[in-house]
């Protein structure tokens, strides 16, 4: 075994923690999984939309509608997150 000065292995894999490794000296993070929705979104309109009746109306005018209220949302959420 190497040793970098008295007290310090190297080239020994050490594990911990769940995502992170460190391997001689390196960090590694694991993989990072893709988010499932976009920053700024609650409910994504694709889901809301399965819970909708059919739209009779214009259904972009609603997408859009839709999208703003639900950003108000995720700020308002944010903004207790963040003030307290």
Known sequence: MKYLDSRSPIGVEYKFRGNENIID???RMAKEKEPKRKPG???PWEEKLKELPELSGD????RKIWED???LGYVYIWQCLLSF
């Open 25 to 27: 000296g390196d960090v």
């Open 41 to 43: 979104v609650c409910i």
């Open 59 to 62: 259904k972009e005018l609603t």
């Open 69 to 71: 209220i639900d950003t």
